[in-house]
């Protein structure tokens, strides 16, 4: 990303619920960024506990930013920007929260003598290496952190910015675990642009995950979601798999597609502009909550699976965000996981 001749707006100062001081709130005169606000806060935690009943594998999170860029219409975080009072549709892509001291607070919390040192993921919500962290760059303090308290972490990206950072990578594979995931829903370029508007393309997505492999850090894909009629395809996710397997992916996994909240008339509305033959489809799919029925679930997991063309070995107890089980990560068979619950199952807000 080029940043000279950047020119930044500093609008007006914003109090936001959960945050003691109120946000600077900052423009930049690019094409990325026009009408995308950002608001500079100064968080109090940075290291998220995700609470006992969540059917996470994991148990902390760190997320730097809130709300998202990428605008991809599925994505399951949208709901949590209602808690910063601003809604799930365009202010969740266009007034981003960013947490200008999370690498500072990182260090401090991970020096505590009362921390564990557990594994710790990051894109559990919200992408960290989403555009404006090329502005930012709060990633690199963040893994700086990791590789200094030695310990185990795991991101989830769609975008290969990630390969910025690949030599913190390498150092903190040195001293404990990190692995790391690009997701990649579908290789289809009218789908890719219509469902993630704003990401970097999918095949550099599985560049960057060929490169993290050779370099030493254990990199796999997810494939999710999965979208009845959109991406699903046996000749679409079979490519998917086999260039992830070309790439060495370490683990292969497909979720499909959920509608909680606030996301399934979001998405219900991205199909009537797009695709309304599929709405009857997705009526009848969706008839009794936000998943699909169990066998339609199964049925996309075995897709994403591939059996004949396995990669060279699995990671197993993924979740939908793609990241390892906090216990430790093996290297048996997969499984797609359990969904992540709902927001008000689970008190997502403490995610961040």
Not at 290 to 316: D, H
Not at 336 to 341: L, V
Request: hydrophobic share 40%.
């Amino acid at each position: 990303m080029r940043w000279d001749q950047l020119t930044v707006g500093e609008q007006a100062r914003r109090a936001l619920p959960g945050f003691r001081d109120p946000a600077t709130v900052r423009t930049f005169d690019v094409p990325e960024a026009m009408d995308i606000r950002f608001y500079e806060v100064r968080a109090k935690s940075a290291i998220n506990r995700v609470p006992d009943r969540s059917r996470m594998p994991f148990r902390w999170t760190i997320n730097p930013y809130r709300g998202c860029t990428h605008a991809c219409q599925f994505c399951f975080a949208r709901p949590t920007h209602t808690y910063l009072d601003l809604n799930a549709r365009e202010d969740f892509e266009r007034e981003i929260v960013v947490k200008v001291n999370a690498p500072e607070l990182v260090r401090r919390e991970l020096a505590r003598p009362s921390w564990k040192g557990e594994h710790v993921a990051m894109g559990t919500n919200t992408d960290p290496y989403q555009w404006v962290e090329g502005r930012y760059k709060l990633m690199p303090g963040i893994w700086e952190a990791m590789r200094d308290f030695a310990n185990p972490c795991s991101i989830l990206t769609k975008s290969p910015l990630l390969l910025r950072d690949k030599e913190l990578l390498q150092q903190i594979a040195k001293r404990t675990s990190v692995t790391a995931n690009l997701s990649v829903p579908t290789l289809d370029e009218k789908a890719w642009r219509a469902t993630e508007p704003h990401t970097p393309h999918p095949r550099a997505r599985l560049e960057a995950v060929a490169e993290l492999n050779r370099l030493g850090i254990p990199t796999g894909i997810l494939i999710a979601p999965l979208m009845p009629g959109i991406n699903d395809s046996p000749e679409q996710v079979e490519r998917i798999v086999e260039l992830a397997t070309e790439a060495g992916a370490v683990g292969i996994g497909g979720i499909t597609l959920h509608l909680r909240g606030e996301v399934r008339d979001i998405f219900f509305d991205w199909l009537r502009e797009h695709r309304p033959d599929l709405i009857p489809l997705y009526e009848r799919l969706y008839a009794r909550g936000a998943y699909a029925p169990k066998a339609v679930q199964e049925r996309m997991r075995k897709l994403a699976s591939a059996p004949g063309l396995k990669p060279r070995r699995f990671l197993r107890d993924r979740d939908e965000t793609g990241h390892a089980a906090a216990r430790d990560p093996g290297a048996s068979a997969p499984t797609a996981g359990a969904p992540e619950p709902a927001p008000e199952e689970v008190g997502q807000d403490s995610l961040f």
